[in-house]
């Protein structure tokens, strides 16, 4: 009966489903591409909806995402683009990969499949070309951009949003004939509704403005003669879409008709960076970073007052293309995080956290992997910890106090210009020298297992070295310890507990480094009974270890009759007595019981 009305329910939910496909994909011989399709609209239903930034609802267009890619494999143009559309939407994501750059990989593809599909596309091509287009200009592939958009079909390329794209990539490649050409065609093209900030949230909303900017900042003979009457059209406008490229320094003023008695007088003293044109809009960074270098003193006394008590965001986007790098955050005029993206692919190298205006945490990421610093906050830029992880590995070292100091940020702290995203370099005998302790934690990537090694360290050298092995990291369960002694930086001696009780069963002897002898406790009494010192060449007829590095003791026995040497492998519950030789501990140190 339960099976039943679970199939009638079944039933009548595809009924539904069927129902609300369009006549020609009912139509379809292929069933699979029928709710691949049904799926598919559903996932750019979702993400084109006036909630795509809401959790909940990239969450469900990734349910019907995934369930289209069931029935539709491998990928096709609109699968490839709406996983591009959620990389680039769902911030919740973490990875050690730019979503940019993997959405721009998948826009590729998907402007590069021409197959002919069962049904009308979900996204026209258009849509999909604009998505990727904004993600060439982000990454700075201008070259890619501009070799894509002269491969279109005219019709494709007479869209006013592409055709800005590749103006604006066609300047910054130098190519002013080019980027002037595509801009006054791309003003005649344009519509009031046109909307260019599809591209980037920070481009100007006026299109025509906007290509006129771009035409002037490319020396366009034309354009620049009739500065004035493009002025009188749009007053306001037009100097906003020129700000960028006046700020960046792309445009000189003096050599560009009148343009200089056409700008307003609080451009005129921004481009002469006086703080006071700013009137309270100071959330350009870069530019309040040139208006603090104009006069050292009054400067950056004018600049500081200005921040004073300021909460809110400072963005930083040197070259002014509508992608910022850098972002420092204030609570009450205090610096509380400092975050970095030099590239602008959406994977920030740095991410600095303050205390007190200093540098209290950063995390450095690069495409090996991450490098944490931890300052002793009362005794910046001393060191507290340093830990550096790649992939399954994770290296953490913890310092003496005022042992190690790197100086993130000098004197003038944030105000100096990103930190270059490379991982700093270190004098190794300062690092070292001043490191207390080193822990390394490994994950086993054929099971559940990990392992965690600590050692002390004193000037530099090891002095003793704990590894503890897990089943796994909720349980805690510990399968087995070693520990490790040294002298003068190199193992002296070693032992083993596979009970993970302290109770040892294995004890080693090291020297020059190597280890030479073994000696063996069965009962874990805590007082070693059987030896193998092949060192010492006396005990030539066993050796015990575990051979295989499967946690469990070994034993391989030689025979030598004749003179041959014959190896034969012994468990340890196959050997005897007569295997192993009696040993005390009085003759063995430093395991002196």
Avoid: C
């Amino acid at each position: 009966m339960k099976s039943a009305v679970m199939a009638r329910s079944l039933f009548a939910a595809l009924t539904i489903i069927f129902m609300t496909v369009p006549v020609y994909a009912q139509n379809s011989e292929n069933p699979d591409a029928v709710i691949a399709r049904v799926w598919l609209e559903r996932a750019s239903g979702l993400l084109n909806s006036e909630n795509n930034k809401s959790q909940t609802t990239l969450n469900q267009a990734a349910d019907a995402l995934d369930i289209a890619l069931e029935y539709q494999n491998p990928p096709g143009r609109d699968a490839l683009y709406l996983k591009a559309k959620l990389l680039i939407l769902d911030k919740s994501a973490i990875s050690m990969e730019s979503p940019a750059r993997q959405a721009y990989a998948l826009l590729a593809a998907s402007l590069e499949d021409h197959s002919k599909g069962d049904f009308p596309d979900v996204t026209d091509f258009e849509n999909r070309a604009v998505l990727w287009s904004s993600l060439a200009l982000q990454l700075k592939d201008y070259r890619g951009l501009l070799d894509r958009y002269s491969s279109w079909p005219r019709g494709i390329r007479n869209s006013p949003v592409l055709m800005y794209a590749a103006s604006r990539a066609a300047l910054y490649l130098g190519l002013e004939n080019k980027s002037g050409e595509l801009a006054a065609e791309g003003e005649a093209l344009s519509v009031p509704g046109t909307d260019l900030q599809v591209l980037s949230p920070s481009f100007p909303s006026g299109a025509q403005p906007a290509f006129r900017a771009v035409a002037i900042a490319s020396g366009r003979p034309q354009s620049v003669s009739t500065l004035s009457a493009a002025w009188n059209r749009w007053p306001e406008s037009l100097e906003a879409a020129l700000r960028p490229w006046l700020l960046s320094g792309t445009i000189d003023v003096a050599s560009t008709g009148n343009l200089a008695e056409l700008l307003s007088p609080e451009m005129i003293r921004l481009l002469n960076l006086d703080i006071d044109a700013l009137h309270g809009r100071n959330g350009d960074l870069a530019l309040l970073r040139r208006m603090r270098k104009s006069d050292s003193v009054l400067g950056k006394q004018k600049v500081d007052n200005l921040l004073s008590g300021f909460t809110g965001f400072l963005e930083s986007d040197a070259d002014y293309d509508g992608y910022p790098e850098e972002t420092v955050s204030f609570i009450n005029g205090r610096t509380e995080t400092r975050v970095i993206d030099k590239d602008q692919d959406g994977l920030s190298e740095w991410y600095i956290t303050y205390e007190k205006n200093k540098p209290w945490r950063i995390q450095y990421l690069n495409s090996s992997g991450i490098l944490s610093l931890v300052y002793d906050e009362p005794n910046y830029p001393s060191l507290l910890l340093l830990t550096y992880r790649e992939g399954i590995v994770n290296v953490e070292l913890s310092f003496n106090p005022g042992a190690f100091s790197w100086e993130a940020e000098g004197e003038q702290g944030f105000w100096l210009e990103p930190i270059k995203p490379v991982a700093p370099e270190w004098d190794a005998e300062k690092l070292w020298s001043g490191t207390r302790t080193v822990t390394y934690t490994a994950e086993n990537p054929d099971n559940s297992s990990f392992g965690v090694s600590e050692t002390v360290l004193a000037d530099g050298y090891p002095l003793r070295a704990i590894e503890k092995v897990y089943s796994d990291k909720e349980s805690q369960n510990l399968l087995w310890i070693r520990e490790i002694l040294y002298e003068d930086g190199v193992p002296a001696a070693g032992r083993r507990s596979f009970q993970g009780n302290n109770l040892w069963e294995l004890y080693e002897r090291y020297e020059n480094g190597l280890m030479v002898g073994l000696a063996w406790d069965p009962g874990m009494t805590g007082t070693p009974v059987y030896l193998k010192d092949w060192a010492l060449e006396r005990y030539l007829e066993t050796q015990i270890w575990d051979l295989d590095s499967d946690g469990w003791i070994d034993v391989r026995r030689f025979l030598m009759p004749n003179g041959d040497v014959k190896v034969k492998k012994l468990l340890v519950t196959e050997a005897g007595s007569e295997d192993l030789l009696p040993w005390n501990a009085a003759d063995w140190p430093p395991w002196e019981q």
